[in-house]
């Protein structure tokens, strides 16, 4: 399906008011704990995985004393000797460890994918179901979840041969406690082309989590089918998509100090936000909020990106 142009201008501020409405309406109109509660845990699934000093310097004492602090070659050279002394039950331990690590993170990817299209579902019908979209949307949930593991194994490779030159740059010039030109250019381009390649992949995803899985939610299982419609609608379309991922910083960070000033205002509420699930229930408001206001803001483009039409 080609995309269709706006019959209006796209405003990042429109979907705001409507956004906002949306919230109170599943939320409070009635409030019910128990659909909070079915809510919330969508939301909590949806953003598992989310994200929201030197001692001396080069030139200092290199002498140090007692109780000054070491310096980094004796930091690196008594880290060498740990791994050289333990070398036997590292080599097992350390694989364990990664191989762990990385079940741990595909389980979260795998819920996470699920729990997005939960809590679209949620947010687009106004209802607290659970069960039915875990089954309903489970092809489109796999299909997320095989885009976002190859989409981090394609950054892991671009970025980790940059990186690791920049961290050697780094790591040379601190062990001979002196700044040359080579290694610092080195350093600097590295970091550098990470930032640009980290700030690429971050957008990807946010597009992805805003716009590519409504487009899925509507009418396709395929992550990569429904990107292929996105990408003719950003092209389409580059400016206000430019404005919408500047204005969302924007609103997070409203978002952020209106939590941070609840904190301050309430400290149990502090202590509640740091607890799993709970977290999440406590600021369920904020997360219908934003995911309403991505899915309003799409809707704009026309009726076939409305995913309150098809509720």
Known sequence: MNPTPPPLPVSVLDPISPAIERAREILFRPFDLMRWLAIGFSAWLASLGDATGGGGGWGGNRNNGPGGSPSFNELWNEGAKYVTDNLGWLLWVAPLVVGLGIILALAITFLSSRGRFMFLHNVATGRADVVAPWNDFGPHANSRFLFRVALGLASLMTLLPFAAAAGWATVSMMRQEMVAAVPMLTALAGFGVCLVLGLTFVVIEKFTADFVVPIMYLRTRS???????????????????????????????????????????CCVAC???TIPYLGTVLMLPFFVFLRSYSALYLAQFGPDYDIFRRA
């Open 223 to 265: 992550c990569r089918a429904a990107w292929g419609e996105f990408g003719s609608l950003l092209r389409a379309h580059p400016i206000p998509f430019l404005l919408y991922l500047v204005f969302y910083v924007a609103l997070d960070f409203v978002v952020a100090i209106v939590i941070l000033l609840c904190l301050v205002i």
């Open 271 to 273: 202590c509640v936000l």
